[in-house]
Structure formats: C-alpha cells, structure tokens
C-alpha cells in the first residue's frame, strides 16, 4: 500500500525571499495518526498549503496516497480533506450550506450531501446549529465545522492546522475523542501542534520541524523516552574490569576508564553507585552529558536553530 503522505527535500522560498522550507522528507502510513510538531513559524502551514495547493512549492515532490500532485492533483486532493489554521467562511453562509457547497466541489449529489451533512453535524456535536449563520457559532463550533467540511467527501486521510488553537479545554476533549474514533476507523489523521501534549496525547508518530527543517522523526514513545532521561558519565580511578551490569541500567564503557548510562525519570542513581562500589570500582567523577533532544528543545523554545 502506498503512504497516505509522502513528501520529499519539499522546498519553499516566499516571493520576499524568505526561505520557510529547506527540503523536508516526510512519510506517512496509511492508518497512522501524525504530529508535524514544531514552534511557531516553523513551516507547519507552509506544509500544509503546498499539500493542499494553497501555496505553491519551490522545488520537491509531494504524494498524497501515491499520487504525485504535479501529476493529477484533482485525483490526490480527493484522497485528502484539509482543516486549514485560519476559518476561511463565508460568515453569512449558513452552516448546512457550508458543507453542501463543499461537496458540490466534489460532485456528490445534493441528497447525498444533505445525507453526510446531518452525519457529520452530529458526529461533531453540532448537529442545533445545521440552520444557523456561521457567525453566529463560537470559535469551538466553527472549528468542529470545518472539520465537518473537510470529511463531507470521505477522504482516506484527514489533515488539520493546529485544530485546537482557541478551542477551549471541554471542547478539545470531545474534539481529540472524535480524532481518535475517527483514526480508529481506519482514516489517516494528520495534525499540526506547537503543543508536545497534544501530540503525546493522540499521536503515534512525530516529526519535529524547526526554521523549515525536520529536526528529528520518530515514534511519540521514543521520543518522550528521550526527553525523560538523562545520560551521565562516570570517571573511574581504574581501568574498568569488564563485564559489569546493574539491572535496569544499560552501562556503556566509552573510555577505558569512562563508563556512559542513561537515568530514566524515577529511576535511582545509587544503584550504579553501589553496584560499582561492590565491584571495586571507584568513581572519581560525575559528569552529565548533554542530551541532545534536550537541546533541541531548547533550541526550539528560544527560536534558534
Ligand atoms: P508555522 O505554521 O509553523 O507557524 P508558517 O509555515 O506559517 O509556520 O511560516 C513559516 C515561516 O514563513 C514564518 O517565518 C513566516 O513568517 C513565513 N511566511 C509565511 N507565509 C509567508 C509569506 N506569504 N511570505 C513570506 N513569508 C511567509
Ligand atoms: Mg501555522
């Protein structure tokens, strides 16, 4: 099966000639439930809108379940429903129109339309306000309308901007639940979050982007592992005797007389101590090496690179 999303060195250069992507490879499986997370301005719309062709590439090639976009967009952006970062409304449009207007774009029949509007209404928890002005709903509801919108023609994966930006906390609850039955049905979720949390709490697998460059990708477990945990080294009076082991510990001799480990959250230091001690081993020195997602993080909080 071909990947839900396959970007590869997806470069973009604005007209002012700012470069906001410098050559991104992504890759997602269909069925996976996918954080872009990264700091403001770091290129996670920029994504988006060349994915949905909102914004047009500089260089690079985009796939949305195997098609390439260059190729046959009309045929990829079938596969795809997109719930941009900014509402884009007709705000005097009522909310039922809304969605049958978008799935005129996509040649459904107007019962079939009406059908899936009142579905997905529900679904989302909005189903009293099918004949109401969009200016009428709060930002929650207009938020879970667009979603509506971009699920009216079914599309294998679902792609949203920052869906919880000024959804308040009892509405991004009911908002992650839908996401997660949704995924659990078998649809691709795409999402882009400035939020960790909330790609700790939904998502399988992340990328991390940064001044438009993918710092690191993997799954969210992973990830969060190394975050937790810090790695020491260990100067030894001796040249270490081979073979020592402390359970739970992955020691790693790097010197003759430097021993590197990790300590994970909750875990205790004076187990190594002890077990070194009782094999004869004195340690001089402790020092903390640098983790390197931690200063990535850093890095990423203080909008350096
Ligand atoms: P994010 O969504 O991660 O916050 P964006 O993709 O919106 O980031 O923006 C990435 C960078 O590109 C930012 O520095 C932003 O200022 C810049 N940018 C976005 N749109 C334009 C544009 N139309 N012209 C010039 N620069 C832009
Ligand atoms: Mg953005």
Redesign the pocket.
């Known amino acids: 099966m071909p990947a839900a999303l396959e970007i590869s060195s997806l470069k973009?250069t604005?007209?002012?000639g700012?470069e906001?992507?410098k050559g991104i490879d992504l890759n997602v499986q269909e069925g996976d439930f996918y954080a872009l997370l990264?700091?403001?301005?770091?290129?996670?719309?920029?994504?988006?809108?060349i994915i949905s062709s909102l914004?047009s590439k500089s260089s690079g090639t985009v796939r949305i379940c195997g098609i390439d976009i260059d190729d046959d967009f009309s045929r990829a952006k079938k596969q795809i429903g997109i719930v941009p970062?900014e509402f884009n409304f007709n705000v005097f449009e009522n909310v039922e129109d809304v969605l049958i207007h978008q799935a005129g774009y996509y040649g459904l029949s107007i019962g079939l339309a009406r059908e899936r509007a009142v579905y997905y209404l529900e679904k989302l928890g909005i189903a009293d306000k099918q004949h109401v002005q969009m200016r009428t709903l709060s930002g929650g509801m207009k938020r879970r309308l667009m979603i509506a919108r971009a699920l009216i023609h079914e599309p294998r994966v679902l792609i949203l901007?920052?869906p919880t930006a000024g959804v308040d906390i009892e509405m991004r609850r009911s908002m992650y639940e839908f996401l997660r039955k949704t995924n659990e049905e078998g649809r691709t979720i795409i999402l882009?979050t400035?939020y960790l949390e909330e790609a700790e709490m939904l998502c399988r697998n992340v990328a991390i982007?940064n001044h438009?460059k993918i710092v690191t990708e993997g799954t969210i477990k992973d990830l969060l592992r190394d975050l937790n945990s810090e790695t020491f080294l260990l100067d030894t009076q001796d040249v270490l005797p081979p073979g020592i082991e402390v359970p739970g510990f992955a020691l790693r001799q790097v010197e003759p007389r430097c021993l590197e480990f990790d300590l994970a959250k909750g875990q205790d230091l004076t187990q190594v101590f002890t077990a070194l001690s009782s094999a004869g081993v004195t340690v001089v020195s402790m020092r903390n090496k640098e983790n390197r997602l931690e200063r990535m993080f850093v890095n990423i909080l203080e909008g350096s690179s």
Not at 38 to 49: C, L
């Open positions: 973009k604005y007209a002012n700012f906001a992507l990264g700091p403001n301005g770091a290129g996670k719309s920029t994504t988006i809108g914004v970062q901007d920052e882009t400035h982007i438009g």
